[in-house]
């Protein structure tokens, strides 16, 4: 079965420093989305993605954050200059035509900054 | 706008009683409701949905939830639970297709022997 992967699943960072996070999402779909967990509260939307501009964006979604899909596979989040807040479980979630309606999940991609 | 809350942050049950996870929801136009687990170091698994037709829904491994409209809620229930049901779940809410997801906070689910 089809599913979203991510990488990497842990990631160590210094403040201020860039990270990128990746996620491949399932082949035939064409929406792509952005979700964060810090540790102990919900998880919340960060931005949503579609013929290659952002839909739709959070408050939390500032200029410190970008997304790009660079190729027909990857799509990316960077984070420009980490801060200790940034520290989160971060996910990538994709949907297709067919069930619209339904986002499906990659592992996650556990950021700490240092 | 859209909220979800979950009632219980830690839900334990022993093996083979009934499972009980609340949901209540907030959505000013007809809701898309899911219900996702998370296991240990995993993503998050759907588990099953609510979009429009049947009230009564059934997902995978035994689970199933019923749209309740007047009460704004969808309940997560388990006949008998297993083991293996250890996890955390979440409700989530959205009102369109491609639209955003509003989480609720999650549940932990502990299943005794």
């Known amino acids: 079965e089809p599913e979203v992967t991510q990488t990497p699943s842990h990631q160590v960072t210094q403040m201020g420093q860039e990270v990128i996070l990746r996620c491949v999402p399932i082949?035939?779909?064409?929406?792509f989305y952005w979700y964060r967990q810090i540790l102990g509260q919900k998880v919340e939307f960060l931005v949503s993605?579609?013929?290659?501009?952002?839909?739709?964006k959070s408050e939390i979604f500032d200029d410190q954050f970008s997304v790009e899909r660079p190729d027909g596979s990857n799509f990316t989040l960077k984070i420009r200059s980490t801060k200790l807040e940034d520290s989160a479980m971060y996910f990538c979630?994709?949907?297709?035509?067919?069930?619209?309606?339904?986002?499906?999940f990659g592992p996650g991609t556990r950021l700490l900054v240092l | 706008a859209q909220s979800v809350t979950q009632l219980g942050s830690h839900v334990s049950v022993s093996e083979g009683a009934l499972v009980l996870l609340r949901c209540n929801y907030s959505?000013?136009?007809?809701?898309?409701l899911f219900w996702y687990v998370q296991y240990p170091n995993q993503g998050l698994q759907l588990l099953l949905k609510?979009?429009?037709?049947?009230?009564l829904v059934k997902g995978i491994n035994g689970f199933e939830a019923e749209f309740k409209k007047s009460e704004t809620s969808f309940h997560l229930t388990k006949p008998s639970a297993h083991m293996s049901d250890a996890a955390e779940y979440f409700c989530?809410?959205?009102?369109?297709?491609?639209?955003?997801?509003?989480f609720g906070s999650g549940t932990k689910l502990n299943v005794k022997p």
């Open positions: 082949s035939n779909h064409l929406y």
């Open positions: 989530a809410v959205s009102v369109n297709n491609f639209n955003k997801f509003y």
């Open positions: 959505s000013s136009v007809p809701p898309y």
């Open positions: 993605f579609y013929n290659n501009e952002i839909s739709e």
């Open positions: 609510y979009t429009t037709g049947a009230t």
């Open positions: 979630a994709s949907s297709g035509v067919r069930d619209g309606e339904t986002q499906y």
